[in-house]
């Protein structure tokens, strides 16, 4: 799948944020700038007008580690694991121990030695034309069979 634009990230986003619910995870994969942080702006603030919520400043958690977005009922976790040396600084966070009425997307998975049966990994990247995005969407677990390429 191809990104062509701001819009087509706020689509997808859009897209996923009408599939996924409490206790989903979310992995994204790709280098510094390709549009991870963007993908989960455009998620966040979409799932936050559905629910006649003001839309929050969705940053990057790379300082912070994580950010905490309250939507309703729902609770959505941000992580950003760039900084995190080891999976020993992954343990400590507890990431994998509360799930109930939390979704969690993760930007930098790749220092998770045991990932969670069920996800959603999206890797992006960039195209040969620097302003395009290519997108790859892999479920495991419950999300094994499904069609993200009718997304």
């Known amino acids: 799948m191809q990104l062509k634009s701001l819009e087509d990230t706020q689509n997808l986003s859009s897209k996923i944020s009408k ?37 929050s400043d969705v940053l990057s958690p790379t300082f912070n580690i994580v950010y905490e977005y309250d939507i309703g009922d729902t609770k959505i976790l941000h992580y950003d694991l760039y900084r995190l040396k080891n999976y020993k600084d992954i343990l400590q966070l507890g990431m994998f121990e509360i799930s109930n009425n939390h979704i969690k997307i993760v930007e930098w998975p790749e220092l998770i030695d045991t990932k969670p049966k069920d996800r959603i990994d999206i890797q992006f990247q960039y195209s040969k034309l620097m302003d395009y995005r290519t997108v790859q969407i892999n479920g495991f677990g419950k999300w094994k069979d499904y069609k993200f390429d009718a997304v």
């Not at 992995?27 to 006649?52: D, M, P, Q, S, W």
């Open 19 to 55: 599939i996924v619910g409490v206790s989903d995870i979310i992995f994204l994969y790709g280098e510094i700038g390709v549009g991870k942080t963007t993908f989960v702006r455009f998620l966040i603030n979409h799932l936050e007008a559905e629910n006649g919520i003001k839309k």
